[in-house]
């Protein structure tokens, strides 16, 4: 699966892909594995070539809260660690045996620091996708506060 097809690095040329695919490892994880945990310092990026990776939320100690299930090849795992303050905004564990794409966040950010139009294209993604995410959040907040309007006025 090539890096081209994760949202995060949409529109760069080959060339740039290219020396981004040269700082990525390939990474085999078994299912039941802790990838990273919520709050824990974010150094790496991953985009899911095979297997399915849970997203989970802390709700209370000992207890979090399944988000979703990553199955679709070119999904990008861990992009929190390209904002500061560096810290995984959710938890993910692999339900099913995988491969990821890891990239380093300071091998990532070298390439940034030396062709800004990289960082820049890089982070326009980040903010689409974040922004998409939003309106999904929101429509999903909606229909569920019209199920309980209508479960408490009936």
Known sequence: MPLSSTYLLKGLSEPRLQQI?????????LKGHILFQ??????QVYVLESGAIEMLTRVDDGFELPVSIIRSPGRCIGASSLVPPYQYSLSAKCVEDAVLTKIQR???QQLID????????????LAQHLLDRLKETR??????F???FRSVHS
């Open 21 to 29: 695919n040269d700082a990525a490892s390939e990474l085999e994880i």
């Open 38 to 43: 919520e709050g824990s310092p974010a150094d």
């Open 106 to 108: 300071k091998d990532l």
């Open 114 to 125: 030396k062709d800004q139009a990289m960082g820049h294209t890089i982070m326009a993604n």
């Open 139 to 144: 429509h999903e907040l909606k229909i569920h």
């Open 146 to 148: 019209k199920t309980l």
